[in-house]
């Protein structure tokens, strides 16, 4: 009915003589000003969509980012403990092998039995305990025999340690796993002044595995037992 109305206003105008410029004047009052709200209701409508999909996916790379770095704290949470359990292993066994301060069963005082007994719940060979049985010193034979079982036994953790951490060093703070590499290194080295060391009879270079260990291992062994504790308690306030 409006549209009915503004037709027979626009009439009567013509009718009075209104001119075209009257006319367009009256049509855009009419139309122009349902037309802007239109278009713009239209636009108004467009940007809303378009920033509720902007919102939307930042929403996504949000929920994705914080996702993955709780996934990478997680699998941090722990590798650390057992990289440092491999540590404190591997680090215990070195220091065992390298003291000075040795302590070995006394073959010599045993009898025949007493001897048999206890080289049946060792890790010897038949061969190396019938050695023992046999030797003069049987003393001195089975602690030059022990050694290399030792020595044996601390390659294994050292092994492992490693292994581990090249596994792993990916889920590591690049300076932790700068330390565990540095650490390896001074263990390692030590391992090798024993072991040279000791087929050598030398031992001054013997004790130098032990210097080692006090002066250079520990303190960094210490260092990364503080950093790991400072990650899990960090980790454990987040998660």
């Keep these: 009915m409006i549209i009915d109305d503004f037709l027979k206003f626009l009439g009567q105008v013509i009718a009075y003589g209104g001119g075209s410029a009257v006319v367009a004047y009256l049509l855009f009052q009419y139309f122009g000003k349902t037309w802007i709200e239109n278009k713009f209701a239209q636009r108004l409508d467009q940007l809303r969509h378009q920033q509720a999909l902007e919102l939307q996916k930042l929403r996504v790379e949000i929920d994705a980012m914080l996702s993955g770095a709780l996934k990478l704290?997680?699998?941090e949470f722990l590798v650390l403990p057992e990289a440092w359990g491999?540590?404190?292993?591997?680090h215990g066994l070195v220091a065992w092998l390298v003291s000075p301060m040795q302590q070995y069963a006394d073959v010599d005082r045993m009898n025949p039995?007493?001897?048999d007994e206890f080289l049946a719940g060792t890790e010897f060979t038949e061969s190396q305990k019938d050695e023992v049985r046999n030797s003069h010193d049987k003393g001195n034979t089975y602690r030059g025999i022990i050694f290399w079982h030792r020595l044996h036994k601390v390659k294994q953790a050292f092994g492992d340690l490693q292994c581990y951490v090249a596994k792993n060093g990916i889920f590591l703070p690049p300076e932790l796993e700068e330390k565990f590499s540095n650490v390896s290194d001074k263990l390692w080295s030590a391992v090798v002044s024993k072991e040279v060391g000791h087929?050598?009879?030398d031992w001054?270079?013997?004790?130098?595995?032990?210097?080692?260990?006090?002066?250079?291992t520990e303190p960094l062994y210490k260092s990364i037992k503080n950093d790991i504790q400072a990650r899990l308690q960090s980790h454990g306030r987040k998660l």
């Design 73 to 75: 704290q997680e699998k």
């Design 204 to 216: 001054k270079m013997q004790n130098e595995g032990w210097k080692k260990i006090k002066e250079e």
């Design 86 to 90: 491999k540590l404190d292993e591997a």
């Design 199 to 201: 087929e050598a009879k």
């Design 113 to 115: 039995v007493q001897l």
